[in-house]
């Protein structure tokens, strides 16, 4: 089973990349989401670390930001207590899918938690930054000042580029993405039997 694993900046279209290669997707944020709505024992961990803030059941995503705005040092105590639990989500999600020919791993983490293999294709999504930032505007939990404490524990774009074995180009123009990456998963595949 290969491993594509998709990276890029924040808003650079990474879920619609991997959507696009017609695999199994674990997505992380999606995960993150769901351990928001529906983990108690993650609640109950959570206020038990950051009593001021987090009050109620299921976390609400503006109570996060907010307490993420208000002490940086939140952040971290967040991130602590959440990857454990997506890594063990994205393991579960490696075995059920190791019979298949490939899956996709969206992980915004993904070097910075070290989760990498040696053997993973790394796929980095460039954009421009002038439309990312147009897109992320206009999403409803945008806020610049939380945007940039995310953008300060991610590994720097052009080190993520470096690092990857493809690039893909996204202008947010469906069809072209998609065609891009079905040329793309032709590479990828192209050496097995």
Known sequence: MK???????????????S???GLPVFNADLEVSKIY????????????????????FPIDKRELQETILK??????????LIHPIVRKKMLLFLKKNKKKK???????????????????????????????????????YYNKNLLERFKKIQLKSNLKRKKSNYIIKNNFKPKIVIDGVKA??????????
């Not at 491993?3 to 990349?17: D, E, N, Q």
């Not at 002490?71 to 602590?80: A, D, E, P, R, V």
């Not at 969206?106 to 790394?122: Q, R």
């Not at 793309?184 to 039997?193: A, D, M, T, V, Y």
């Open 102 to 140: 490939g899956v996709v791993l969206d992980i915004p983490l993904y070097f910075e938690n070290k989760i990498n293999k040696k053997s993973d294709v790394i796929v980095f999504v460039d954009s421009k930054q002038k439309e990312i930032d147009r897109r992320l505007q206009k999403r409803s």
């Open 71 to 80: 002490n940086s040092n939140n952040l971290k105590k967040i991130t602590n």
């Open 37 to 56: 709505k529906k983990d108690r024992n993650f609640f109950k961990k959570l206020k038990k670390r950051l009593p001021n803030y987090i009050k109620s």
């Open 19 to 21: 959507l696009s290669f």
């Open 3 to 17: 491993r594509i694993v998709i990276v890029g900046k924040i808003g650079s279209g990474k879920t619609f990349v």
């Open 184 to 193: 793309l998963k032709g590479k990828i595949f192209s050496n097995e039997k």
